[in-house]
């Protein structure tokens, strides 16, 4: 009986340990469920809109005037902060077309600034840039101007004398007329140089008037030659020659066989004599056959 009492005390104490483990709450942690945290939502608030305060002084009838203060503070929303001043030399046109517009202030002289091109651009790369339109072109090298040496002349068969470029061909075949021609080793774009001088009596001393209608009567017997294709003449000016005052007019026209001329065509009325002196040159070289109609005009005097 003495060995068995251990034994038995064992196990009492296991049992009582047992019966007071069943018996008490369990004690197991509980951990929350992890959410974020958003919270109740927050109201924009509404802006405050500032009434301007107003003037409210006191009229002498007692009431009170209702005129805004421009000074007082005002709403935010008032105004536009996009709505700038324009700047001195800006206008309004330049904000429309601003990539077109240069602040002056960048133009400092520095590298930093760059000014648009003014010159012709070709829309496309490439080392060697095409004519795209006829003012693209290169300009044609400058011919070197015409140089004459002149020399006297004396027309009988009309009457008069003047200085000429040497060396041309006189031809005095028609009645009251003397024609002078550039050498065929001369010509010039296909077109020879002809000068013409003639000289016919009339009855009475013409006018101006008188002296245009003939300049147009012989415009129109030019134009209406069978050779010429096109014709543009010019408004008749008066010019004096041989110390009177005569009537001008110039033309330009085309050949049928392509060829453009040009001339110029004057007629003065002197003592009852009606004298008339015309040129006509390649359209190519205006400029210096009409220095040569210049010099004739200028020297041109009556023989007797």
């Known amino acids: 009986m003495k060995r068995l009492w251990k034994p038995l005390l064992c196990l009492l104490i296991a049992a009582l340990t047992l019966s007071g483990c069943s018996g008490q709450p369990s004690n197991t942690e509980q951990f929350p469920e992890v959410t ?114 002149y020399g006297d002349y004396s027309a009988a068969t009309v009457g008069v004398s003047f200085k000429a470029p040497t060396g041309w061909l006189v031809d005095e075949s028609q009645a009251q007329t003397f024609i002078l021609r550039e050498p065929e080793s001369q010509i010039k774009d296909g077109q020879q140089c002809v000068i013409t001088i003639t ?32 014709f543009k003449p010019s408004y008749t000016a008066t010019r004096y020659m041989m110390g009177s005052l005569g009537v001008y007019a110039n033309y330009t026209a085309t050949r049928s066989d392509g060829v453009e001329i040009g001339g110029r065509i004057q007629y003065v009325c002197i003592d009852r004599t009606l004298y008339g002196l015309e040129i006509l040159f390649p359209a190519g070289f205006r400029e210096d056959f009409i220095d040569v109609f210049g010099e004739i005009r200028g020297s041109m005097k009556t023989m007797y």
């Not at 405050?48 to 002084?57: A, L, N, Q």
């Not at 421009?70 to 996009?82: C, G, K, L, V």
């Not at 090298?141 to 015409?146: D, I, K």
Request: hydrophobic share 30%; charged share 20%; net charge negative.
């Open 36 to 149: 974020q945290a958003l919270g109740p939502a927050t109201p924009t608030p509404e802006p405050i809109v500032m009434e301007p305060e107003t003037d409210t002084s006191v009229a002498d009838d007692g009431s009170s005037s209702g005129v805004a203060d421009p000074s007082a503070p005002q709403s935010i929303f008032d105004t536009n902060p996009y709505d700038v001043v324009l700047e001195d030399g800006f206008t309004e046109q330049d904000a429309l077309n601003e990539e077109n517009y240069i602040d002056p202030e960048l133009d400092d002289g520095s590298d930093l600034y760059i000014p648009e091109p003014t010159g012709t651009v070709y829309p496309y790369a490439g080392s060697t840039p095409i004519p795209l339109d006829p003012v693209d072109m290169p300009t044609p090298t400058p011919r070197p101007s015409l140089s004459f040496t």
């Open 199 to 230: 000289s016919q009596a009339v009855t009475s001393n013409y006018n101006q008037s008188d002296l245009e209608s003939l300049v147009k009567e012989r415009l129109d017997i030019i134009g209406g030659a069978s050779d010429i294709s096109s």
